[in-house]
């Protein structure tokens, strides 16, 4: 069955630094993958979306990858704040699951002033 | 910006009572979702509806659920029987297309507390 992966321990990063956060998948092949951020008691909120067909996306402060080989992306913060901190989820969409997206259980990023 | 909203922000309910949980999507959206987070788990896929008809439901979604759009601008879910284990946050998302690259926009989510 497919199955998303993301760093189960919360990150903690001190401020300034960057923050990179992981989303592996197994059994699918994504049309696209989205990166969402939530806050406690909050929806979550879309950030970015990445294609199979890019190599990585960049808005503002924000950084994704993707891997279609290695099954993985990558999210970056540089030049983190403790306004940052939140839970960051991965989702995937494609064909395998009818365009529905499957959602990892989010990365928990805590960053220090 | 336009924004999905969700009500109510939480619902307390006795076990074997029914619940509807209302959203009111973007209006320009023609898919829409109703997905649950149980308290520090994943947010886990409940349904999703297109042209007034269920499109996609998850195993989750048996036979006490239930949605319904009955008035072109609410889109509700309901639980006939409410166990226990349906307490969670409950989170509604709507998306203008289901192909290419459209985010769903998200409401602020109902807790659901079955006592």
């Known amino acids: 069955s497919q199955k998303i992966e993301q760093n189960s321990e919360a990150l903690n990063i001190q401020e300034g630094k960057t923050a990179t956060l992981t989303c592996n998948y197994t059994?699918?092949?994504?049309?696209?993958l989205q990166w969402y951020r939530q806050d406690p008691g909050r929806g979550p909120v879309f950030l970015l979306l990445?294609?199979?067909n890019e190599k990585e996306k960049r808005k503002e402060r924000l950084k994704v990858t993707f891997d279609t080989t290695l099954k993985q992306s990558l999210f970056h913060i540089t030049a983190s704040q403790p306004a940052d901190s939140a839970t960051y989820l991965c989702?995937?969409?494609?064909?395998?699951?009818?365009?529905?997206?499957?959602w990892g259980a989010g990365t928990k990023l805590i960053i220090k002033p | 910006e336009p924004e999905v909203t969700q009500t109510p922000s939480h619902q307390v309910t006795q076990m074997g009572q029914e619940v509807i949980l209302r959203c009111v999507p973007i209006?320009?959206?023609?898919?829409f979702y109703w997905y649950r987070q149980i308290l520090g788990q994943k947010v886990e896929f409940l349904v999703s509806?297109?042209?007034?008809?269920?499109?996609?439901k998850s195993e989750i979604f048996d036979d006490q659920f239930s949605v319904e759009r009955p008035d072109g601008s609410n889109f509700t879910l309901k639980i006939r029987s409410t166990k226990l284990e349906d307490s969670a946050m409950y989170f509604c998302?709507?998306?203008?297309?289901?192909?290419?690259?459209?985010?769903?926009?998200f409401g602020d989510g109902t807790r659901l507390s079955i006592l």
């Open positions: 989702a995937l969409g494609g064909m395998d699951s009818n365009y529905q997206l499957i």
């Open positions: 059994n699918y092949s994504p049309a696209y």
């Open positions: 990445i294609r199979e």
């Open positions: 209006s320009n959206h023609l898919y």
């Open positions: 509806f297109y042209n007034n008809e269920i499109s996609e």
């Open positions: 998302a709507s998306r203008l297309q289901q192909l290419g690259n459209q985010p769903q926009h």
